[in-house]
């Protein structure tokens, strides 16, 4: 699996976006971009996750850059709630994320 | 519908006792994936299953570590002869297809503490 690079933490203020960029200067084309998040003592949940086009759900949007080196993972209006870990991870076609998913961003809501 | 369950959601045991973790993934999901979480670290793979093929084992630790999926459904991952560093979360994640277009969804795991 491809190696992301996420800062450490991040902070911003509630009803702001949050943008957290990755680097994944390595992926390769057959490789697609997640994200999941993790809030304290729970399993990561799954955000979205897209290959080469810019994806968006009800909870966020996907930036890819056109060559897919690097990614932006937005929430639009950031809430206290989505304070946790916020990992982005790429992924080969067979198994599970054999790679370990990193530290990850610490992303801190603050009122 | 109901998400991947684990259970216990806590085991606390002496060191050198078996141990037994349990996971109902989402109903329908063919593959099966089981992961550990070690204080402020990120995931660690352990082992995958997909339907009826055999198993990938690559990320297990040591012989101690074992898991099987029954009928295609739960799967039970057990810890023999533990040691303090096998405390840890386990987690155990199901998706509905073993390609990569396909998300996991993750339980919130059994914390596993080893005196």
């Known amino acids: 699996d491809a190696k992301t690079t996420q800062p450490t933490s991040m902070d911003c203020a509630e009803g702001r976006a949050a943008n957290l960029p990755c680097n994944h200067s390595?992926?390769?084309?057959?490789?697609?971009v997640y994200w999941y998040r993790q809030i304290h003592s729970q399993g990561p949940q799954y955000i979205i996750h897209g290959l080469k086009n810019n994806e968006t759900n009800e909870m966020a949007s996907l930036i890819i850059t056109e060559d897919r080196k690097s990614s932006t993972l937005i929430l639009p209006h950031a809430t206290l709630r989505d304070t946790a870990v916020y990992y982005c991870i790429v992924r080969v076609e067979s198994g599970g994320f054999k790679t370990i998913f990193g530290a990850g961003t610490r992303l801190f809501v603050k009122a | 519908g109901a998400g991947v369950s684990q259970s216990p959601s806590n085991k606390v045991t002496e060191k050198g006792k078996d141990v037994e973790l349990r996971c109902d993934p989402i109903s329908g999901h063919t593959a099966l994936y089981w992961y550990r979480q070690s204080l402020g670290q990120g995931l660690e793979f352990l082992i995958y299953?997909?339907?009826?093929?055999?198993?990938?084992k690559s990320g297990l630790p040591s012989d101690r570590f074992s898991a099987e999926r029954t009928g295609g459904s739960v799967s039970t991952l057990t810890i023999q002869r533990t040691q303090q560093e096998d405390s840890a979360v386990y987690l155990c994640a199901s998706s509905s297809y073993r390609g990569s277009n396909q998300p996991q969804h993750f339980g919130d795991g059994t914390r596993l503490s080893i005196l």
């Open positions: 390595t992926i390769s084309g057959n490789e697609y």
């Open positions: 299953f997909q339907g009826n093929s055999a198993p990938d």
